[in-house]
């Protein structure tokens, strides 16, 4: 007996597991599990009991695995007419899809073999309240009555060793806690709307739907659910034997059903038949649509959705009317954007109210108002608009949308440091190590090697800033000057939440305060309250900046710091899918705007790339499909840019934008997105903070929850990143060159996407104009009036001769690193330590590419990203007769690797080989080389 339930279990694990992924959002076309699980809100009641007759489980076994199996294998699979008459017209699944759904049948009749409702669809829809009962064992949704439906097998999922041995499936099943609750949330607005009043909710592909149960006691409303005649018959024995275990307020009745394929609406009635079973158009009514039309044909989903977006404008019907979807809208809409979204309800005179979408489109998340007869919002429709939407074409949003129109560099928040770099770390494979993927963990402080923890020191726009944590671990960003003698802050330290001077020891605590200055208490005669206004006229004489984290990275304000507006920062999308964000840094020796240029060039990464990295392979970016590109201009809430397509009819693979003052973002359907943070540290010097979005799915989230797998992933995509700087930033310091040294023009003759080019110079032309005498470069920290000494004291006093000495033939020339024994002093902060300027480590990381080559295709060392073919130091000079080949005997041919340890380039060079080589040779030739089977590419197989 329990050798038996131990193989159930297991076999209900693997099959729940291997169902929730092969779901239609992650684009293998099954759709069993999509349009059935409905997780609700969390709530925690487990369910002890254990219970199954051995004999029984023998008796399902014999009589339905065999057959299911049998049809699952076979050419024409399980029939689909047992759903849809005109299966023809939807998608069909695979031979996995189809295997997957004998299995989990199976393992679903056995699970039912106790029932004593005599339910035989043991498909789709009964496994929805396993899944349910499983989850709120959990504590994850709140749904304690799916456990209650279940026939006395329904410990197998309700019990507390239930709970170790689905553990792994768990975080398979997030996406479809995120719609219930989308949904859940929507109806709770509508009922409260309503204040008690009777009102109609009409639930499409409900299956073996809770909700009606769950809502009863609590609200007014008239539940309809229409779902095919064998579900709906199922489902009213279901409710039958509940009501008479729970008998209370079983006088409330639960729900009206309506069995019917909803494919025979092609030319409509629908409305018609609700209204046959007493929908009363008369009181305002809510139509929910949970994943059920992905099985709906194009022609019957037409008719349908004409009639519910004109049922509030009938004769004499209550104008109030919403239709959520968490469910497909294709073919009407098949790209995740929410402008498209909204343009495609407009045409059905509806509002938009809320939207998200998941999957390159697969999944709308949608909450939508018909408008009034008169065409204008209902108001039930204002009253469940909590915010205008945002037309953003990412999942993440720009806020500041007043500078895209009314160009400033000013009044605006830029990210200038990952959270962990302000806690004293360097590298972000170390961060990625202690997160242990749990991107929202503090990460402790950490010294230096001489045990010092030193402020983070930077420049943004010139102005020379640091940021040190306070005693609350909350940021502080100050000038990097000290008032007493104006001595670099950055020189300092950080102890116990307070920066102290390098040079006298001031220190400075919470919002940048001074604290303690040691030389008040080298007098005899104290003076507590002369000392505690000296501090104060120090705080005065501070210039401190507003400063926050957000999302994983450190943001300063460019204005007035009382203006600063949080509400403006740049914010994920909420409710979209999770993320795991890979974080690179950049350093470049060119002006931010090159970068920014860079970025937005979609024609280049086919010619310059070529395909030089696997992501970038593996979306097509590669010279011979260049012929291909199309480009489209937009402008969206969030800023301005091209969507790209190959052909004329192809569907967006690439999206790139700008978004002011200093981010290009890029984007597609599928979820992925880049944003590039470009910081404006000096005239000639810019520093990027790449972060790199992949969608969270099963997949990836098992990755990244092995042991290493994160860190590995962040080194592996992170020299990818600086393959790409170090072809980029050659390109550009030549273009620099020419430019600002020998005034070639930016652009003579332009060509396919340098209109996005003339856009951004356009707005970046007049956002300097408004600068103060047309630079925005910060170049004084001079403040008379404050002043004890003034400036420019070396010249004497007068201003003319103080200004002679800056400019000119007799400018002083800036010491970059000055060499100390305590301490030495950086001007130019952020000190460079990342590619393409500081790129000796992942050149040397090169090597290792070459060998798992030759290893793996038997391939000579040749040219690879690096265009320049150079893996030197970067003053050797290139022999081009023989681009890859190293000299021998010469010391400077094995560069140290800088900041971060050879071995984790390595083993990422490694890695990205084994990818890269796994593709080009194909399954069969990587398993013909290694002795195994196996393979993958890219990205692409992570999310």
């Known amino acids: ?510 919002k940048g305060e001074c604290t303690d200055i040691p030389t008040q208490r080298a007098v005899s005669n104290q003076n507590p309250e002369g000392d505690a206004k000296v501090r104060q006229r120090v705080s005065d004489c501070q210039r401190r900046h507003a400063v926050v984290e957000h999302e994983g990275m450190v943001w300063v304000w460019k204005g007035e710091l009382l203006s600063a507006d949080p509400t403006l920062l740049p914010s994920k999308r909420e409710g979209d899918m999770e993320t795991q964000p890979i974080e690179t840094i950049l350093d470049y020796n060119v002006d931010y705007s090159y970068i920014i240029e860079n970025n937005l060039d979609s024609p280049h990464l086919f010619y310059l790339h070529d395909g030089s990295v696997p992501p970038i392979e593996s979306i097509g970016m590669m010279n011979k499909n260049l012929p291909d590109l199309r480009l489209r201009p937009f402008k969206d809430d969030c800023g301005f840019g091209h969507m790209g397509r190959f052909g004329d009819t192809g569907r967006v693979k690439k999206l790139l934008r700008f978004d002011p003052p200093n981010v290009v973002r890029h984007g597609g359907v599928s979820g992925f997105e880049e944003e590039f943070h470009i910081i404006p540290i000096a005239p000639g010097r810019a520093r990027v903070l790449l972060r790199q979005h992949l969608p969270k799915g099963p997949i990836l989230s098992t990755i990244t929850s092995l042991p290493g797998m994160l860190p590995f992933l962040t080194a592996l995509v992170n020299n990818w990143n600086y393959h790409i700087a170090l072809e980029d930033g050659a390109v550009m310091q030549g273009q620099s060159h020419l430019i600002e040294d020998l005034n070639a023009p930016r652009m003579q003759v332009g060509g396919l996407g340098d209109d996005l080019m003339s856009r951004y110079w356009a707005w970046r032309r007049e956002a300097h104009e408004k600068s103060p005498d047309g630079n925005p470069w910060f170049n004084t920290l001079n403040d008379v009036s404050r002043a004890s000494i003034a400036t420019g004291t070396t010249y004497g006093d007068s201003q003319d001769v103080i200004k002679l000495a800056r400019s000119g033939p007799n400018k002083i020339v800036n010491v970059e690193k000055s060499l100390g024994i305590k301490q030495a002093y950086i001007q130019e902060t952020p000190e460079a330590k990342y590619a393409p300027m500081n790129g000796q480590g992942y050149l040397s990381a090169l090597y290792w590419d070459d060998v798992v080559k030759k290893l793996f295709q038997g391939l000579e060392p040749a040219g690879t990203m690096l265009k320049t073919n150079k893996l030197g130091t970067f003053d050797d000079p290139v022999d081009a007769t023989s681009p890859r080949e190293r000299p021998k005997n010469r010391k400077e041919t094995t560069p140290t690797v800088q900041h971060v340890g050879n071995i984790g380039f390595a083993t990422a060079a490694v890695g990205w080989a084994l990818l890269e080589n796994a593709s080009a040779l194909g399954v069969e030739g990587l398993a013909e080389r290694l002795g195994v089977g196996g393979g993958g590419r890219g990205m692409e197989i992570l999310s």
């Open 1 to 510: 007996m329990g050798k038996c339930v131990l193989i159930i279990l297991s076999l209900a694990r693997l099959s729940l597991g291997f169902q929730l992924i092969t779901s239609p959002p992650l684009r293998f076309g099954f759709h069993e599990i999509s349009s059935s699980l409905r997780i609700h809100r969390p709530y925690r009641r487990p369910h002890p009991h254990l219970y199954v007759k051995e004999e029984r489980l023998r008796g399902v076994l014999n009589s339905v695995v065999d057959d299911r199996l049998e049809k699952a294998l076979s050419p024409r699979g399980v029939d689909a007419s047992d759903d849809f008459d005109e299966f023809a017209e939807v998608d069909e699944q695979n031979i996995f899809g189809q295997f997957s759904d004998a299995v989990t049948g199976s393992i679903f009749s056995i699970l039912h073999s106790g029932d004593d409702c005599g339910i035989k669809d043991s498909s789709k829809n009964l496994r929805v309240l396993w899944v349910r009962a499983l989850l709120n064992n959990y504590g994850e949704i709140k749904d304690d009555i799916a456990g209650k439906l279940l026939p006395n097998t329904s410990g197998l999922v309700t019990s507390n060793y239930s709970k170790k041995l689905f553990q792994p499936i768990r975080k398979f099943a997030e996406w479809i806690a995120s719609r219930t609750s989308f949904i859940d949330g929507t109806l709770d607005e509508f009922l409260a709307f309503n204040s008690g009043s009777p009102c109609n909710v009409v639930l499409f592909g409900s299956g073996y739907d809770t909700r009606a149960l769950r809502y009863r006691s609590h609200s007014n409303a008239n539940f309809y659910e229409v779902d095919l005649p064998e579900v709906v018959e199922g489902k009213a024995k279901l409710y039958d034997n509940y009501l008479s275990k729970y008998p209370d307020g079983v006088d409330k009745k639960t729900s009206e059903f309506l069995g019917v394929d909803l494919n025979k609406y092609g030319e409509g009635g629908l409305v018609g038949e609700l209204k046959s079973i007493g929908l009363d158009p008369n009181l305002p009514t809510l139509f929910v649509w949970e994943a059920v039309l992905f099985y709906v044909n194009e022609k019957p989903k037409r008719e349908i959705f004409k009639e519910l977006y004109n049922f509030n404008k009938q004769e004499g019907a209550n104008p109030n009317s919403a239709v959520v979807f968490t469910d497909s809208l294709k073919p009407f809409v098949d790209v995740p954007f929410t402008s498209e979204t909204d343009a495609f309800f407009k045409k059905l005179d509806a509002d938009l109210i809320e939207h998200r979408s998941r999957w390159g489109g697969a999944v709308h998340f949608a909450t939508t108002c018909p408008r009034d007869p008169k065409g204008t919002s209902s108001d039930l429709g204002l009253a469940l608009k909590k915010e205008d939407l945002v037309m953003s074409y990412t999942p993440t949003q720009n806020f500041n949308k007043h500078i895209i129109d009314n160009p400033s560099l000013d009044n605006a928040w830029y990210a200038v440091a990952y959270t962990w770099q302000i806690s004293g770390y360097d590298s972000p494979i170390e961060a990625a190590w202690l997160r242990d993927g749990d991107y929202s963990k503090e990460l402790p402080l950490k010294n230096d090697k001489d045990g010092i923890l030193k402020p983070f020191a930077f420049k943004l726009w010139n102005e020379p800033m640091v940021i040190y944590r306070d005693a609350t671990g909350s940021p502080v960003c100050v000038t990097d000057v000290c008032p007493h003698r104006s001595a670099p802050l950055s020189m300092g330290t950080v102890e116990d939440g307070e920066l102290k001077c390098f040079y006298h020891g001031w220190a400075f605590g919470e």
